[in-house]
């Protein structure tokens, strides 16, 4: 038996054990069974034994080789790609790029149009036939519903453009800062309940060029193992050194903030500056949300400062859509660090951080987003501004509550069915695993031809062994979309043996 | 007469060494070996003991003192509330040619709204449309139902604008190019970078943890010399040098300086030297050339010899984001192995309408608009150069020029006051703005960008305003 196996199983009764049964924090990981993994295994092999295959038929020219040629490649340059990175490209990625990087042609709304793409020759070039095909919208982020093309906030949205133009061209720090960007945060402080707060234009660069502001050489950051990359990639530029910790699991957060304190820096043994613990609200991957009492509490005791990243949460999560601090119900002051991101719940685009004024300050001073990049757009911003103050409003409180009644729902007919679902039971992001890569591939196209669009990932952006669907809710979906969805995964379900769990038993969706 | 040892003596020493014999072979053995055995503890004592090093474990009690006394730094330093950068002037309005601040008009020098699109009609126009048809977010990355296919039109339209195979947009200028450097530059590869890129470049070359040499800003042969010393060190190792690549990276216009690279000696020594040209036009894009289409028009060099033209849609186009054209086996890479690309959500709809119908504005205008930009910026240069007491830095066709005050007498402070006085007067100019951790930080100087709309009456007066400053501030 393998070990990754037993592992995960331990974890998973010592979270039960941990919650005391506190009901906002209840998660499951079922372990992977044991014949799945093997398979997976195989699948892969598989696979790879056909990729040299291949790849030996193209070298000696049996096969036409495909794909673009370095125009340099004669001339003596160094080649531009490791052989190995192109291997997974050319020869596990081509054959089913279809069900990636699918075009729409609407909006992305509850129901939308794929433009349809046909290929000839195994994915490796595409022709439009230029119709469209419609499906029901299970992969885009659009917890609240704002994705819409009339309405309040399209309205708002269009008077900036006539008020304001598309852009500026300069900089916040120098000739770029609109009275409506100060409109904007002053109205986000307001309903995130702090004292202020900054924006950018894209949320990605909000972590990766703001970490570098806040931390420095000689800090240390802790961060959770399933973080995203653009934090990944700020903690990287800031100089700071960093750990991280096993995902969720405030234990192994303790023993590491603990010895970090006691021994200072491993070499030098140098006492730590500052120490940062930098987590997220709602994890995209796996669907759990983050510990935030516990992580409170061991903030206070350690003297540490929180980073929490709510790209997915704010607007989806708490019956005031404020986020993992209004779920939790918490004070918004113990968290020193708010960031987040206005492209899922607002339908809109960019990023924030708010917190103490002082450290808005600081960041307005050496962030470098707000010294070399271009301030954000006006209809994007009147986007935001309408649907925060829509937020506020009876119809904002209808939306948080759909999509919260959404999930409960859609969740429990999942679990009922026999699938495994990973996650927080009132998280919007329902991860559904898959595990062999013919079986993801083929219950994406699957999905598709019943009507709908789902978004399924696998290694790398997931570990090997754990491919899944991941399925967004909104609160634009009806019930009768739900209802489709999930009798097309429980036949697809059946067909292709998804039913995986052993901790419930597996049943039809008619007989629930 | 002792010294000489008679035969008794030998003999009775003789017979003690064989009585000494003798006992050994009656000792009991347990005698016999523990006498071998503090022999063998003696010579290990002497030989081979190390030093035991004191074992540092710390007590509970000692480890929770540690704790309560670490004291961490304050989350931020102690902010100066009267820096720049929270003190910034507040716009009204639309910033195009003139832009609003307190009610008042002025004369806008200072955004990079090259080509005057900022507020254009049609652009305004089919921005709308795209929101009346696809919303305002895309609501996804790329890779997940993010791809709309204004997209796709809007990178088709890019590549073959520059005639290039294939196209790859951003949805952030600064991103555009800190994404692409990490995605092909690895730790062993090496890149040669001028002194003078702009800081998102920096930020690029150091998330890309690969070797740096820097060169002095367009300065030819101090890259030569670089080239030549690799090239030594690759003669001494060549197997390693076969694994190693190189790019060169460099930007087309400077935003710092002004001035143009020296493209055509760095195509040649590309060919000699074997590496990859990556060229950052996002100011040339739409300013340079007979067409607008930037430096290799300017110098009228085959595109294809440069590997990857990356830009930024936030100056000449007026729209948001960024794009990067090359050939296919190039550019193809980044949409697996940028991160700004694959991680992020992609660029709204509306902004990519924008500049795709800039983008048709620049071919329908093409070389009238481009010639006019070419002479205005000439005009204003001259113009520049004949007020004393000021030094132009930058080329004569480049519309961003970088002014400083001649004779040492270039502080911050005094262009702070040159600005103040010029927004009395109705002329918006700006302080160029950059952080202290630059790699080469440029001296202070105020930052005018020419737009192409200005009438040779407002480029007059914006010489007279920045002279009557000069008395101002040097009486």
């Known amino acids: 038996m393998t070990g990754t196996l037993f592992s995960k199983a331990d974890k998973d009764i010592e979270i039960n054990k941990n919650n005391d049964c506190n009901d906002l924090q209840c998660e499951e990981f079922e372990e992977t069974p044991l014949y799945a993994a093997v398979l997976t295994y195989l699948g892969y092999a598989i696979l790879c034994l056909f990729g040299w295959l291949r790849d030996f038929l193209r070298q000696s020219n049996i096969e036409k080789k495909r794909g673009a040629v370095d125009p340099n490649a004669s001339l003596g340059f ?12 050319r020869n596990m990625y081509t054959r089913v790029r279809d069900i990636f990087n699918r075009p729409i042609a609407s909006v992305p709304g509850a129901q939308f149009e794929l433009t349809e793409r046909m290929s000839d020759d195994y994915n ?103 973080n995203h990359v653009s934090l990944i990639i700020g903690m990287r530029i800031s100089g700071a050194s960093y750990q991280t910790f096993a995902h969720n699991d405030m234990n192994d957060l303790e023993a590491k903030l603990h ?54 949460s704010i607007g989806a999560m708490g019956k005031n859509g404020r986020g993992i ?7 918004v002051n113990d968290v020193d660090i708010l960031m987040g991101t206005f492209t899922k719940s607002f339908g809109s685009a960019g990023g924030y951080i708010a917190g103490r004024k002082s450290l808005i300050d600081h960041i307005r001073i050496h962030s470098h987003a707000n010294t070399y990049a271009s301030s954000m757009s006006a209809p994007i911003v009147q986007q935001i501004i309408s649907s925060l103050r829509l937020l506020s409003s009876p119809e904002g409180e209808k939306r948080i509550c759909q999509l919260a009644d959404n999930t409960r729902y859609f969740r429990r007919k999942l679990v009922d069915m026999g699938f495994i679902v990973y996650g927080n039971k009132y998280s919007p992001v329902v991860p559904m695993l898959l595990y062999l890569p013919a079986r993801v591939t083929r219950f994406n196209r699957e999905m598709l031809r019943r009507g709908i669009a789902v978004v399924t990932v696998g290694f790398p952006a997931t570990k090997l062994l754990e491919a899944r669907v991941r399925f967004c809710l909104s609160a634009a979906h009806t019930r009768p979309m739900l209802d489709a969805a999930l009798a097309a995964i429980d036949e697809v379900g059946t067909d292709i043996r998804l039913r995986y769990s052993s901790r419930h038993v597996h049943r039809r969706l008619k007989d629930l | 007469m002792g010294s000489s040892m008679t035969r008794g003596d030998i003999e009775s020493l003789a017979t003690d060494f064989y009585d000494l014999l003798e006992s050994f072979k009656h000792a009991p053995f347990y005698h016999i070996s523990f006498e071998i055995f503090l022999v063998l503890a003696v010579i290990w004592l002497v030989f081979f003991r190390k030093p035991r090093a004191i074992e540092k474990k710390l007590t509970e009690r000692e480890k929770q003192e540690l704790i309560d006394e670490w004291q961490p730094e304050p989350l931020v330093p102690p902010v100066d509330p009267n820096h720049p950068a929270l003190n910034v ?34 652009i305004s ?72 890129v702009h800081y998102a470049i920096q930020k690029g070359v150091e998330a890309s943890r690969s070797h740096v040499k820097w060169f002095k800003h367009n300065d030819i042969q101090d890259l030569e010399r670089l080239l030549a010393e690799q090239e030594v060190l690759d003669k001494k190792n060549p197997k390693k040098a076969r694994t190693i690549r190189r790019f060169l990276i460099i930007e087309g216009l400077y935003v710092n ?34 067409t607008g289409r930037g430096v290799t028009e300017y110098y009228d060099i085959d595109r294809q010899k440069i590997d990857l033209i990356s830009s930024s849609l936030e100056y000449s186009i007026g729209s948001i984001g960024g794009f990067a054209v090359g050939s296919s086996f190039v550019v193809d890479h980044q949409r697996l192995s940028a991160q700004g690309y694959c991680f992020s959500a992609s660029l709204p709809p509306l902004l990519a309408a924008a500049a795709i119908e800039a983008l048709n504005i620049m071919e329908e205008q093409s070389t009238p608009l481009f010639e006019t930009i070419m002479s205005k910026s000439k005009r204003l240069h001259k113009k520049l150069l004949s007020i004393k007491g000021y030094s132009v830095m930058g080329d004569e066709i480049s519309p961003l020029k970088h002014l400083r005050l001649a004779n040492a007498l270039n502080t911050i402070g005094r262009l702070e006051e040159i600005v103040q006085f010029a927004q009395t007067r109705d002329i918006t100019i700006t302080v160029a703005r950059y952080l202290t951790d630059e790699h080469l930080l440029p001296e202070p100087s105020i930052r005018l960008i020419l737009n192409v709309e200005m009438t040779d009456e407002e480029l007059e007066f914006l010489c007279t305003v920045l002279q009557e400053a000069l008395v101002k501030v040097t009486s």
């Open chain 2, 89 to 122: 002037r507040v716009l009204d309005g639309i910033v195009g040619k003139t832009v609003e601040i307190d009610g008042k008009k002025s004369l806008n020098f200072a955004t990079f709204n090259f080509l005057n699109f900022v507020g254009n009609s049609r």
């Open chain 2, 257 to 290: 300086y002004g001035d143009i690279c020296p493209l055509p000696r760095m195509v040649e020594l590309k060919y000699k030297y074997k590496y990859r040209i990556f060229i950052d036009e996002s100011v040339s894009f739409g300013t340079i050339g007979q």
């Open chain 1, 325 to 331: 601090v209004d779920y939790f119900n918490v004070d």
């Open chain 1, 259 to 312: 010895a970090a304190i006691v021994h200072g820096h491993p070499r030098t043994n140098r006492p730590w500056k500052k120490i940062f613990i930098v987590v997220e609200g709602v994890y995209s991957m796996e669907g759990s949300i983050c510990r935030l009492p516990q992580l409170i509490e061991l903030k206070k005791k350690y003297k540490a400062y929180l980073y929490m990243d709510e790209a997915h």
């Open chain 2, 125 to 196: 126009e089919k921005a709308i449309q795209a929101v009346q048809k696809y919303g305002v977010g895309s609501c996804g990355p790329r890779g997940f139902y993010g791809t709309i296919d204004i997209h796709l039109e809007l990178e088709e339209r890019l590549a073959k604008f520059f005639n290039c195979e294939e196209g790859i947009i951003y949805s952030y200028g600064f991103s555009t190019i800190a994404s692409i450097i990490p995605a092909y530059s690895k730790r062993n590869d090496i890149l040669f970078v001028d002194e003078g």
């Open chain 1, 78 to 89: 160094v080649p531009l790609y490791q052989s190995y990175e192109s291997f997974y490209t």
């Open chain 1, 124 to 226: 490796w070039t595409y022709r439009y036939t230029g119709k469209t095909i419609s499906a029901v919208n299970f992969g885009s982020y659009n917890y609240l519903g704002f994705a819409e093309r009339t309405g309040q906030c399209a309205t708002d949205a269009i008077n900036g453009l006539k008020s304001y133009a598309v852009s500026s061209c300069g900089t916040r720090s120098e000739i770029g800062t609109q009275r409506y960007h100060i409109e904007l945060e002053q109205l986000l402080a307001n309903f995130l309940g702090v004292e202020s707060s900054i924006v950018f234009g894209m949320g990605f660069a909000t972590n990766a060029l703001n970490l570098p502001a806040i931390a420095s050489k000689g800090d240390l950051i802790l961060s959770d193992e399933m």
